[in-house]
């Protein structure tokens, strides 16, 4: 184990020599405005949590390929890393580079998974000279932090629950070998689900195998102990709770019920890791999504996960739980007193009512974007440079017909990602996704061209299973009955990277305040659409939930004026609501049981 802080010996982990026990909580740094990292790590240190757990996002650090990765200010991974170490918590790092994470892309950069024929997550060497590029830039941040060098990294993972995709043996050791190459020298380990089937793919010899599970840990341990004897039980994603799709009710697991699974692997000796300890936001467009098989599951802007420490930073009944069960886990029955500042809730502007002003229409808007790029096929967002936002295509066809005796035909869309906005001579004539493309749109034609205009929006990239890093836009083509259309013009819209002066015109309301504090949005007769505050891209709405209100936290507000901009993609609102309370929509009927979480 070289002389890294924690090792383990006959299943018992050590730190220092002394046995140990890791009870951590999971917290992204990426998902949390700055300003707000210190009062988070505090509250999972106050949960008797003695370690933190976080990923890294290479895309939220090196969104394009031509600009070096940024570590500074919201990205400043180094500054969150020594305020835990401030909060007296040690540090597990997850640099993938594969997160999953319900993040878009699975953290994997855009412009890399959009490289034609790469093979990611395995021994191609185009994938791995990305990586280890990569890794130059990051390791440092880490290596620097590690208990060895004084810091608070006592643990780095390699890769991420590989045994759910691929049998690459070869390239987890070659992922082991890079790290430990740029400097990693406290105790490494792999991380699988809690049975022999993603064991096989993903654990290695000599690295310490851990477990991602949110139920059933006995069975598991069972497992560790046939299959890994010498090894230590490590939960490292344990799900207390679980996150939403749009279209779907809003996850809740009782309380009592995953703290009482959380005490069996705690009894049985096991460390564990509270997956998500406080979940956040995707703000932007930083959702990912997920595929059933036959359609696209897109994840909601919150990524409050049901966890014991709430989006907004309230302790739950959740926590209350899991406090008991860590300080239990340690010998101590009497729980010290919560301080009073973590007790109380943040601060909320009083609720009001904003009348929303009337936006420009959304095929005008669009229009008026700049780059447009010709060519004879559609091109897809990748082959753009464009990693979320919507793409407008617009091209000439002949629709059959003749004049005085129109004919219907069928507009089609072969592998369309993710939701198209269809118009034909700028007539709205309706919307397609990624299932109903193929069957199509009636469209009337008279024999003469028509204009066809499509605005695709990508609604978050797969972040999980074999289509990680499926394409986006029109991948195919667009049929007019049985016939391809050629020649398109398309415009890309980089929503994520739009300017206040971009935001300008779109619907919007101004608002005055004091003192800065959290805030809920709501735009209760709005249809679907993105929120801006004060030029801050908060995130996805859609009328279709859960999801009611989008978190504004106050860091991002300020004395005085304040303004919100609105572009809506289809049923423009009247209404924009500050609430006191997050809405994140029906729960499903009854809480979610320990024996229903993968």
Known sequence: MNN??????????????????ILAGAIHYFRIHPDLWQDRLRRLKAMGANTVDTYVAWNFHQPKRDRAPDFSGWRDLGRFIDLASEEGLDVIVRPGPYICAEWDNGGFPAWLTGIP??????????????VEEWFDHLLPVVASRQASAGGPVVAVQIENEYG?????????????????????????????GGNDYFLDGGSIEGTWATATLGSRGDEAIATWQRRRPGEPFFNVEFWGGWFDHWGELHHRRDADDAAREARKMLDLGGSLCAYMAHGGTNFGLTSGSNHDGTMLQPTVTSYDSDAPIAENGALTPKFHAFRREFFRAQGIQELPELPAELLADAPVLPARSLTLSEGPALLGLVRKASGAVSSVKPLTFEQLGLDAGMVLYAAEAILPGRTGDPTESRLKITGLNDRAYVWVDGDFVGVLDDVTGAEGLVVTGTGVPAKLEILVENLGRINYGPLTGRGKGILGGVLINQRYTFHWTQTPVPLADWKQEDLEGLAGADFEIGEPADTYLALPDSGKGFVWLNGFLLGRYWEKGPQVTLYAPAPLLRPGKNSIKVLELGKPGTVVELREIPDLGPVEAGPIAAAELP
């Open 117 to 130: 024929g790469i093979g990611l997550r395995c021994m191609d060497p185009v994938f791995t000279a990305a």
């Open 4 to 21: 890294a802080l924690l090792s383990y010996h006959d299943a018992i982990l050590y730190r220092s020599g002394e046995p140990y026990r």
């Open 164 to 192: 759910s995709y691929g049998d690459d043996h070869e390239y987890i050791r070659w992922n082991r070998r890079v790290l430990e190459e740029r400097g990693i020298t406290e105790l490494l380990f792999t991380a699988d």
